[in-house]
């Protein structure tokens, strides 16, 4: 687990609350939850750009 992580107890906590079932069913649902959601924090952790965003957490 990277520090960027959210812990796995952390995220069960979290996931009925970020994964709510979708209504609309157009668009293209997320491919994982729990990374866009890390993703989200670096960023409002670190201050960048999307574009800066690692890999790690996928393409902005």
Sequence with gaps: MSRHNI???LWQRLE???CLPRKDPRGRPAK???LMFN???WI???G???RDLP???GPW
């Design 7 to 9: 812990p796995d107890a």
């Design 16 to 18: 009925p609350l970020v």
């Design 32 to 34: 994982d939850a729990r």
């Design 39 to 41: 993703g989200v924090l």
């Design 44 to 46: 409002l952790r670190t």
């Design 48 to 50: 960048a750009p999307w």
């Design 55 to 57: 890999a790690e957490f």
